[in-house]
């Protein structure tokens, strides 16, 4: 019974690792880190770390705006359908907008681009 619910916990920790992209940024070796944002280091204050993003990603004022209007059309498109999304595939869609919108705003990097592919993954094959 222990094992069991061991098991189901770590089922739930494995689309955690898909999204944070962990495991597939370590797979690839073409990966350059040079253009990858680092991890906010312990000591960096909260200012400090968005001033460290901000070049990365590019204004959260400009990102928001774009991330709002990819998700109006998804909003849109989600309720003029006769069988709505599931969830899943819904919510999918709206992490898909987000990153589509820091690429779209900011610096295209390779970590985008492996995070939509794992939320486009997870949106066809939930786990």
Known sequence: MVQAKRADAQKIKQPLAVLGGESLRKENPLRDSSTAPSAPSSQLSVSDTLDQRGPVYGSFRENSRVA???????????????VPLPDYEYNALVMIAEKMS??????????????????????RNPR
């Open 102 to 123: 820091r690429i779209l705003v900011g610096k295209s990097h390779e970590d985008n681009w492996i995070d939509i592919a794992g939320y486009a993954e997870l949106g």
């Open 68 to 82: 709002v209007s990819l998700l109006e059309v998804i909003n849109a498109e989600q309720k003029a359908r006769t």
